[in-house]
């Protein structure tokens, strides 16, 4: 499977395995990545392949333009660190990152995208949202 082809299909692998509430997003992929989001495409998960690293990231992503938004968010959920890692595990981080960004992401080994991979990464992503979303939502709020 191509790098496209994965990152294509993430989102309904990733769908298959969330509560029914968490089912509806939204999503865009490129060759390299895909994004789901509910309904704010700036305040969204990500599958990257850092390839040159041999890495594939995943985790929620703040890019919204105004920083203020971005560093409230980042905030609001390294307030909830602890909790997170022990939900999702000590490799998952909360931190700031470029262009006045933040991110509560992990890292996984970069494999063949194939079936088993992506089901793997599904997994994952889903069990991310399924913890996190709803953190985002009392941060919107």
């Keep these: 499977m191509r790098s496209s082809e994965f990152m294509k299909a993430n989102?309904?692998?990733?769908?298959?395995?969330?509560p029914a509430n968490l089912r509806d997003f939204r999503w865009?992929?490129?060759?390299?990545?895909v994004q789901i989001h509910y309904g704010h495409p700036r305040l969204h998960y990500e599958v990257w392949s850092l390839r040159r690293?041999?890495?594939l990231e995943l985790g929620l992503h703040f890019e919204h333009?105004?920083?203020?938004?971005?560093?409230?968010l980042l905030d609001?959920?390294?307030?909830?660190?602890?909790?997170?890692?022990?939900?999702l595990g000590g490799q998952v981080e909360v931190e700031p990152w470029d262009k006045g960004w933040a991110k509560v992401y992990q890292t996984l080994p970069l494999e063949p995208f194939e079936?088993?991979?992506?089901?793997?990464?599904?997994?994952?992503?889903?069990?991310?949202?399924?913890?996190?979303?709803?953190?985002?939502?009392?941060?919107?709020?």
Excluded: C, G
């Design 11 to 18: 989102p309904d692998a990733t769908r298959s395995h969330l």
């Design 28 to 33: 865009q992929a490129r060759s390299w990545l």
């Design 53 to 55: 690293r041999n890495l």
């Design 65 to 72: 333009r105004n920083r203020s938004v971005n560093a409230r």
């Design 76 to 87: 609001h959920f390294d307030a909830h660190a602890v909790a997170i890692k022990a939900e």
């Design 115 to 141: 079936p088993p991979y992506l089901e793997s990464v599904a997994i994952r992503l889903a069990k991310m949202i399924a913890y996190l979303q709803p953190i985002l939502d009392r941060a919107k709020a």
